[in-house]
Structures are given as C-alpha cells and as structure tokens.
C-alpha cells in the first residue's frame, strides 16, 4: 500500500525541468493567445472575440447601442473567461479614435480622451459595431473560416475573421510576449489597397516601386514623419527600427507684428496632458530662453498655443527647440513581429504582411465558393422538383390527396429525391398556383452558368487573383468616400532644419552636481562649495562632485568600458535627495561608476583597465548618443575598467594594489579611438589601483589620510620603461594606494 493516495500519480523530476518546461508552455501560451496578432486579420484573440459577440448580439453599424457590460459579460462567459476588465480594456481602446487608426467599435460615452484620461466604467457606455469591423466579419457565415469549441465545449468560435481588408498593417498593434515584442504602426487603408492590387500582380517588385505605394505609417493623431525615405526604407526591409514623428505646427499671425505658435497635431501615443506638463516645466524650470508660456485651447481638437519670449527669434528656432526638450518629437519603435498563419512569430516586412493577408483572401475566397456552389446545388436539386410537380400537377394533387403515404409515391412514381419530394409536400397550395414554368427554367439556367462560373474561379489562379482585385477596389471605393480614411500623416524633409546646439536655447548658469557612492545624482544651482554637509540616505555617501554649467553635458566611465552621456539640464534638483543614475542611463546594476566629469571637447582622456593596459582618447570621442552608451575601452574576460583621469601635463603616475609606482611619459602611451590599448604597467601578482597625470616640473602630489596635499619633488627615480612593474611607492603615500 502507498503510503500517501498522491504516490500513484507523482513522480520525481529535476526542479530545472520541471520550471524549464512549464515556463516553455506559460511563454507559449502568452505569444499565441495574448501578445503577437495574426498577420492574416490582424487581431489578437481577445479582440477577435469581442466583434464575434458583437456580431452575435447584431450590434451593426446600423442598429442601437448596447451597454458595454453586456459585451464584456458575454464575450467572458461565452469566449474568453479572463477578467471583465481586460475584455473592457481590449473593447474601450477598438472605440479610440486616437489609438485605432480605423475604430472596430463605435462607443457612445465617455471612453477616454488623448489626455490619458480612463474609459468610464462599462456600466455607463454603450457599443456597437463600426462598417470596418463589419468589413472583417464578412462573408463569417459562410464557411469562410474554421471555427473550434469555446474554453467549456458549449459554444463555437472562429478560429479568425475573414478580414476583406489588411487590417494588421492599417490599425497596427502593439503587444509584449516572453522575449519578444511587437509595435506595429497604422498605416493608410487606401495606400494598402493599392500595394495589394499591385503585389497581385507583381509579388516581388523592386524596393522603390514598394515605397511609391506604401510611403510610410499613417498615425491617427496625424503629425509629421520626419525621418528620411531611406530611414523608413531601411525599417521596412528589416521589419524593426526607428521613426521620427514631430507635431504639426503653425504660426498665427496677431495684431502689431505679434505672432504665436499654434500645435493642431501632436505625435502618436502621446498623452497631450503630460505634454502640457512638460511644456510648463520648460517655462517654470527656464530651462530655455525662448518661450514665455504655453496655454491647451483644445475643445474636441487639438489647438496648443506657445507664446515666445521675445519675437526677435524665428518661430523655426523655438519649434527646433521645443522638439529637443519635449515629447513634440517621439521616436515610434517599429517591431513587426507578428504570427504567420497563426502559429510561428516571425519579424517580418510591411509587404511579407500583406501576402499573408493577400493569400488568407484567396483561402477564403475558395471556401465562400464551395459554400456558394453547395447552395446552388441544393436550389437546382429543388427546382427540378418543382419543375416535375409543375408539369405532373394534377397527379402531384391527386397523391398527396388519396396516397398514405404520398412522399414515397411521388418518389417512386417520377424518381425524385428525398429532398424534392419533402420540398414538394411543403409548398402551399397558393404557392402551386403561382408557379410558372418559364420562371423556374430562368432560374435552372441562371444558377446553372453561376456554378459553371463558379468551377471555372476555382479551377484558375488567375481567376482568383482577379476576383480578389475587384474585391479590393471595392472596399478600396467604399473607403475612399470615407473623409476618416484620407491621409492623416504627412512627410517633411528635414535637409532645410535649423541647425543649431542646445546650448543655445538652455539658460547659461553655474551648477554643482553631486553623486554618491550608490549612484544618486543631483543638481545645485551656482558652485556651491564641496566641503559643505550634503545629506544621503542611510548608508550612502559622497563620491563625485563636480562645478560646471547648467549647458555642459556629464561624461560617466564605467567598470564595462563603456562611456555614458548626460546633460546637466536633465538632472534634478538637489532639494531632495536626488535620482538614481541608472534610471538615466542604461547602466547595468553591477557595474560601478568610476569616474564622473563635465565634457572638454578640447581635453584628452586617459583610460585604464584593472590588469595595467590603457589608451589615450580623444574626449570628443567618448561621448554617446544614446543610453546605452558607448564601448571605448575593450575588455578581456575577469579584467574591468579601473580609472579615466584628464590628460593633463607630461607623465602618468601609474599605482598597484601591491603599491609599486611607475611614471611614464605620456608620449609613450597611444592615441586610439577605442580598443584594449598597450600595457602601461606590469602586475604578476596584483591588479592597477590609481592613475594621476603630471607636469614632471612641478611634481607629484597626492593627499595623505588627513586630507594634506604631499608632494614628491624628486619623482625621477620611478620612471622607468613602460610595462615595467616600478618600485615601491614614495614615503608617506595613502594605504589605499589612490592619489586623492
């Protein structure tokens, strides 16, 4: 017997498999059914089960509204029992007109606004279906698409939506899954149409003649792109990278040569209530010398206004300004990850998209045909019942009048079918009068060269591609009336920007930056004095502190290597206790900060690794474009960057952890861009503390524990060849063995 009734169904596996395995299913699970589309509808599940019930309750354009909790009610006890709330959520965002390129429900009600104000609660709005959520359902009740048993095995639902338009790249989507990610962006429904009528015809054109037809993505809150043809080209073909969209903007003419600048367009996804707000914090914060005051006019359009400072300036200038400081200019991060043919996620191009969409019509175009024939199969099985009853009508009366049982006679009697006799003892006696012979053979021969037609599409390719053209200029005609699908989005060419430095239009003034040893950065306004009692939190303390300009950028080195940018204008205040570093930068937890400085376009750097190899480099070199930083000192594996000091003087005092001093003169040490470097210091047994460089003149100096200034006068005695190992450092050096 078994000690416990669960030992019949347990069994021992390693905790490594058991995790690997249930978390391959938990990611799995989240790609396929929560966070990728299909390339072929374009809809995640949730979504495709919301316009199902929609249908299901006949919510069309044309009808009433029905409360929203009802949806989500039945859409979660039918289709999708996962929270009414994430239903909500999905159905509130299809009504956003400034989050969906083309809305798939038309909300009545308060469901949220560009400010990134909440949908009301689903009790108190209302839905139903818009004509592009009807586009996607067409043609569901025709055998189009596979349909499967719902999560309890008592309803049916699509597997996917016929879709007669390429939804996926029209409405774009966005979604995080387990290790992969997709952000699509909307496009123009009638720029789609066309590139499909073209990809018919010629699958694989020439990249050129693919951006004539598809020029980019057509944002909903409209803007400006104003990244290059050949950037958007380049994301295209790769299916991931960046795009730059700016606010559309005006200039409004006043009274007595005053003027002000009118935003009637801001960037996709960007809450205009946080742009308010940082507009204001430019103003309140004088982090630019241009503008003087920001004022949201909007009502059910965008209009903020932007007062300058003085008009002397030109308007470009401000606008360029704004730009650099503010959300008015986002970077839209393309990602076309989606699941081809519902099951393998792949990062594809916008046109890769389409030929799925384009091969899903022809799938559903030869199903809706074999429905089609299998209906007119059945009609003209009746109609040459009918017809035999029409010519025997006297006989047909007679037996269904005397006979027992008339269906097996008239079967028996003119050979009918089971269907035919049934369809003949179903008519009513009115119905008999009425018919007429010539009406029923019209109709024989009208359905009869419908099926020929029909065989003839099924049975031809190039049939098909022309049935899927027609279908495509429709919809393509129908939208076109639509003032809602016309091009939103414009295209600017940025080789007439104003160019010009930050600098310029950031108030010049004195700061102190102070940084602890955890990585808290905070900005004082004037030099203040580095001796004065700055607080930390517990367990912190002081470990950079730097005077500077409020216009300077920061230069940080880390242990990986890598330089990191900051601009002394993105630091916060040192009222509190300031921010941490790494939520600035991409910089790792584990990697420590081991040198702080404002930027000298016209200084040298001398970097060194913890093993003794090190470089000189140009300090317009190091500083980074982005967050992520940039690698200048190569590292081998277990070695760490050490110390970044400024080139100034003639010799670089090198120190070990085994206090062996060597001074070298600089000349001897190489100039790079980046790379491992030459070996400036040997350490058999010992790692590199400290770098310091000197004029050989004026001597060394460093500071004792007491914080006294010491000096060797005489420092000859330690130069010596570099990579030699040196010898042991002069009398009165720190313990610590650092020179400051």
Same mark, same amino acid.
């Given at each position: ?10 069994? $021992? ?9 249930? +978390? ?90 560009? $400010? ?34 719902? +999560? ?92 730059? #969209?700016?606010?559309?903007?005006? #200039? ?271 900005? +004082? ?38 330089? +990191? ?176």
């Amino acid at each position: 017997m078994p000690k416990n009734l669960f030992d019949h169904f347990s069994q $021992d596996i390693p905790l490594s498999e058991a995790i690997s395995e249930r +978390y391959l299913q938990y990611a799995l699970s989240t790609i396929m059914h929560r966070a990728l589309p299909d390339a072929r509808d374009g809809l995640k599940p949730v979504q495709r089960r919301i316009l199902y019930a929609m249908q299901e309750l006949k919510l069309s354009s044309t009808s009433g509204f029905r409360k929203s909790a009802k949806i989500s009610g039945d859409v979660m006890g039918n289709y999708h029992p996962h929270g009414e709330q994430a239903i909500y959520d999905a159905l509130a965002r299809m009504a956003q007109d400034f989050n969906l390129r083309y809305p798939l429900v038309d909300g009545q009600g308060n469901f949220g606004n560009i $400010d990134g104000d909440k949908p009301a609660s689903s009790r108190y709005t209302e839905a139903r279906l818009t004509t592009f959520a009807e586009s996607l359902l067409e043609g569901l009740n025709e055998d189009s698409v596979d349909f499967r048993p719902n +999560y309890d095995d008592t309803l049916e639902e699509p597997v996917l939506l016929p879709s007669s338009f390429p939804n996926l790249l029209a409405n774009g989507s966005t979604g995080i899954a387990v290790g992969m990610a997709a952000n699509i962006p909307p496009h123009n429904i009638i720029e789609l149409c066309n590139t499909c009528i073209h990809l018919i015809r010629y699958p694989d054109p020439p990249i050129k003649t693919r951006m004539s037809k598809l020029p980019g993505p057509d944002f909903p809150t409209g803007g400006i792109i104003v990244s290059t043809r050949d950037q958007i080209e380049k994301a295209y073909v790769a299916g991931k990278g960046q795009i730059r #969209v700016r606010a559309r903007w005006e #200039v409004e003419r006043l009274d007595r040569n005053q003027w002000q600048i009118v935003v009637t367009e801001i960037p996709y996804q960007v809450q205009k209530s946080k742009l308010i707000e940082g507009l204001a914090k430019l103003v309140q914060n004088k982090k630019t010398q241009l503008l003087a005051d920001v004022r949201d006019e909007s009502t059910e359009t965008i209009r903020i206004v932007l007062e300058p400072k003085t008009r002397k300036i030109e308007p470009e200038t401000l606008m360029e300004a704004i730009f650099k400081l503010t959300e008015m200019e986002t970077r839209f991060s393309l990602n076309l990850n989606v699941l081809i043919d519902g099951q393998r996620p792949k990062v594809c191009d916008p046109w890769e998209i389409l030929r799925a969409f384009l091969n899903h019509r022809i799938v559903i175009l030869k199903r809706r045909t074999r429905f089609r024939i299998k209906k007119i199969d059945h009609r003209l099985t009746l109609l040459e019942g009918y017809l035999v009853a029409f010519l025997n009508l006297d006989r047909v009366i007679e037996i269904i009048r005397y006979e027992d049982k008339p269906k097996e006679t008239l079967i028996e009697e003119f050979e009918l079918h089971e269907v035919q006799a049934e369809a003949i003892l179903n008519m009513r006696l009115r119905s008999l009068r009425k018919l007429e012979e010539i009406e029923l053979q019209n109709e024989q021969t009208r359905l009869t060269k419908e099926r020929c037609d029909l065989d003839d599409l099924l049975n031809s390719d190039e049939l098909q591609k022309n049935k899927i053209t027609d279908e495509l200029k429709q919809i393509k005609t129908i939208f076109a009336k639509n003032p809602a699908c016309k091009r939103r989005t414009g295209f600017s060419d940025m080789s007439d920007a104003i160019d010009f430095e930050l600098d310029d239009v950031i108030e010049s003034e004195p700061v102190t930056v102070i940084c602890s040893e955890l990585g808290w950065i905070r900005l +004082y306004r004037g030099h203040v004095p580095f001796d004065q009692d700055f607080k930390f939190r517990d367990g912190d303390s002081l470990k950079f502190a730097l005077h500077g300009q409020s216009t300077d950028k920061l230069v940080i080195f880390g242990s990986n290597g890598r330089f +990191y940018s900051l601009a002394a204008s993105a630091i916060p205040g040192g009222r509190g206790l300031g921010e941490p570093i790494r939520l600035m930068l991409d910089l790792p937890n584990e990697i420590e900060i081991q040198a702080l400085l404002f930027h000298n376009p016209e200084r040298q750097l001398v970097v060194a690794s913890e093993t003794g190899y090190g470089f000189i480099v140009d300090e317009t070199e190091v500083l980074a474009s982005t967050k992520v930083g940039k690698q200048i000192l190569n590292l081998k594996k277990g070695d760490i960057g050490k110390s970044c000091v400024p080139c100034e003087g003639d010799h670089l005092a090198v120190v070990g952890a085994n206090r062996k001093m060597l001074v070298v003169p600089l000349s001897e040490i190489p100039v790079q861009a980046k790379g491992t470097g030459v070996r400036l210091q040997k350490f058999p047994k010992s790692r590199l503390s400290d770098i310091k460089t000197f004029t050989l003149d004026e001597g060394l100096f460093w500071k004792d524990p007491r914080g006294k200034t010491r000096q060797a006068k005489e420092v000859e005695k330690w130069i010596g060849k570099r990579g030699s190992m040196g010898l042991k450092a002069p009398y009165g050096f720190p313990t610590k063995n650092v020179f400051s």
